[in-house]
């Protein structure tokens, strides 16, 4: 069996496409903060743009020398927040600090070192009710979690982490009455897109396999 390598010469060119190598792949991804809880008792905020889920199960990935890795190596209960669109300036105050002191080598000239990531950020913890780290009351959806599986991934500068949620938090106007469901028409995560931060725009359709269904279709 031939083994096709990533470094193997592009194929031909094609009227439609382009092979291109960009620097980053976050092709449209939701945005989350992660809560977890610091050696001192205290608690660190992080932004984190890999993310994704499957049943009860959440999938991050993030900096392998980070302080939300460090954290969650020896304290694996956190709190995966899901900010909307309007709290994109939040999100991005939290962008350039680190909970890491010191700051690592190599985040230094873009970095700095701060231990209050939920006053730097104007977001507000409220305790959780299951786990350690607190959860961002600002959030429309909150996710208390522990993390099962913490791993280095392939490329050996990132972890991967598996966290199965325990208990879901949603604000009460994003919820269709009388049931268990996000409703999708009044739900809109924040999606980072190529480094740049969207909304969702006008509804499309929706799949066979929704439970909370549209009248209009």
């Known amino acids: 069996m031939t083994v096709l390598s990533c470094e193997d010469p592009a194929s031909e060119p094609s009227d439609t496409h382009l092979a291109i190598r960009p620097r980053i792949l976050y092709f449209g991804t939701p945005v989350v903060l992660v809560s977890t809880e610091n050696p001192d008792g205290t608690a660190n905020l992080a932004p984190i743009s890999s993310a994704w889920a499957l049943g009860q199960v959440v999938v991050l990935g993030l900096g392998a020398e980070g302080q939300t ?67 961002v009351a600002d959030c429309p959806i909150q996710l208390e979690a522990r993390a099962v599986s913490v791993h280095l991934a392939i490329a050996g500068w990132f972890l991967i982490v598996e966290a199965e949620v325990c208990r879901v938090h949603a604000d009460r106007r994003i919820v ?22 969207f909304g969702l725009g006008a509804e499309l359709g929706q799949s066979f396999r929704t439970e909370t269904p549209h009248p209009a279709y």
């Open 176 to 197: 269709v009455p009388g049931t268990q469901h996000v409703d999708p028409a009044a739900w809109q995560p924040l999606i980072y897109n190529f480094r740049h931060y």
């Open 69 to 135: 890795a460090r954290n969650l190596r020896d304290r694996p209960e956190l709190v995966i927040n899901l900010p909307g669109p309007e709290q994109w300036t939040a999100v991005e105050r939290l962008a350039p600090l680190t909970g890491r002191d010191p700051v690592p080598e190599h985040k230094q000239d873009t970095f700095r070192y701060e231990p209050a990531k939920f006053a730097a950020a104007g977001l507000r913890p409220v305790p959780s009710e299951l786990v350690r780290p607190p959860r």
